[in-house]
């Protein structure tokens, strides 16, 4: 048997009449920027999330940058935030001149340990950053106790986590902003390149606006310093039509997920543990295994692909040597990347592969 690590054609065969039609029209309306396909996007992913605004933009990286923007982080400012996530969650950060101040993460969850902030924060930090790893919400009510305490705002990295629920809320809608991908490879994944911000903040949203669109607030009339950070039509209505499908989608999502946890409960592996209350879409189904190497390599002679995220955590990564973290800083973070590997997920994967997958593992 063939499996693939995340099938994409499958979902395109599902939607393939949908997609070419919404495609077409943009197509033929040659309004590629912008526009009704957007504005319906936009619409949608705000109901959807429960954020008063949704604002399409770029990807998950501008995103990311543009909430940082808004919000004034530069020069000399420090974001408090985890090492064991994606490059982008820091790299943007360093790009406004900030520092990135490190939290380890918690060993169950894989997620910024609240306990351990408050310690972090000094007279320069600008906002904490948690991230909601492999589509698991960071503990949010406990992050945004200790933010309110000193007057912070929290971005949520929720790149990995749309469609997830906490305390019965949508990621997204959990803090002062919240920025998701649209990746191909994500939960809720476009055709190329794509994110968007999620606010209840209308200045702040008025802002991001502006920003990812070259600081201005009427044409040629800057205002501030942004970027090219738009979505664009094709983006937006092919992201549109996968929306309306995509809460069947986080559902076969979670069953797939529940039953890798059932069928490996014997295995010598550690699961997910999705904490109460809250939801995961499984944006990478994520295991630990004490000798990685060897269960990787014995997986791909029987044809299935796996892939780590992430083997280096951020404060062992060349480029933010500068910050001057070193090895045994962050324990728990240095753990899980020795241990973690991800195993073949999407909301299409059959009962008989992901047999075929655990029955490998079991081997
Ligand atoms: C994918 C991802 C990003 C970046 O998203 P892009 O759309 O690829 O720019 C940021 N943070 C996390 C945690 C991610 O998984």
């Known amino acids: 048997m063939k499996i693939n690590f995340i099938d994409l054609q499958a979902q395109y065969k599902r939607y393939e009449k949908e997609i070419n039609s919404e495609v077409l029209e943009v197509f033929a309306s040659a309004q590629f920027i912008g526009g009704e396909k957007l504005n319906s996007l936009e619409r949608n992913l705000a109901a959807y999330t429960g954020a008063k605004h949704a604002i399409g933009c770029s990807s998950g990286t501008d995103a990311l940058l543009l909430a940082l923007m808004a919000l004034g982080v530069g020069a000399g400012d420090e974001v408090i935030t985890t090492p064991f996530t994606f ?5 943007v950060i360093a790009l406004l001149g900030a520092k990135s101040v490190f939290v380890d993460i918690d060993e169950q969850s894989y997620n910024i340990d609240p306990a351990k902030i408050e310690s972090h924060i000094t007279e320069r930090t600008k906002a904490i950053m948690p991230v ?3 589509g698991q919400c960071a503990d949010m009510d406990a992050i945004n106790e200790i933010a309110a305490k000193y007057e912070l705002p929290v971005i949520e990295d929720a790149c990995q986590s749309f469609g997830a629920t906490y305390n019965g809320k949508k990621s997204c809608n959990l803090s002062t902003i919240g920025c998701t991908s649209f ?7 476009a055709y190329g390149d794509g994110g968007a911000i999620f606010t209840n903040d209308d200045e702040l949203a008025t802002k991001m606006r502006m920003l990812l669109n070259h600081g201005q607030n009427e044409r040629y009339k800057h205002k501030y310093i942004g970027i090219n950070g738009r979505l664009d039509a094709v983006q937006a209505a092919i992201l549109d039509v996968k929306l309306k499908h995509f809460d069947e989608e986080v559902k076969l999502r979670e069953e797939i997920g529940s039953r890798y946890i059932d069928l490996l409960e014997d295995a010598d592996v550690i699961t997910p543990k999705i904490a109460d209350g809250g939801t995961s879409v499984y944006a990478q189904y994520s295991i630990r295994v004490k000798d990685r190497e060897e269960m990787i390599a014995k997986l791909s002679a029987a044809g299935v692909p796996t892939a780590v995220h992430y083997p280096v955590p951020l404060h062992m990564q060349e480029a933010f040597k500068d910050l001057g973290y070193g090895e045994g800083d962050f324990p ?4 899980v990347s020795k241990e973690i590997m991800s195993l073949p997920m999407s909301a299409f994967l059959s009962e008989a592969e992901q047999d075929f997958v655990v029955d490998a593992i079991k081997d």
């Open 332 to 335: 728990i973070s240095e753990l």
């Open 132 to 134: 909601s790893l492999y």
């Open 87 to 91: 490059i982008s969650t820091a790299e």
């Open 183 to 189: 990746f191909p490879s994500k939960p809720l994944g």
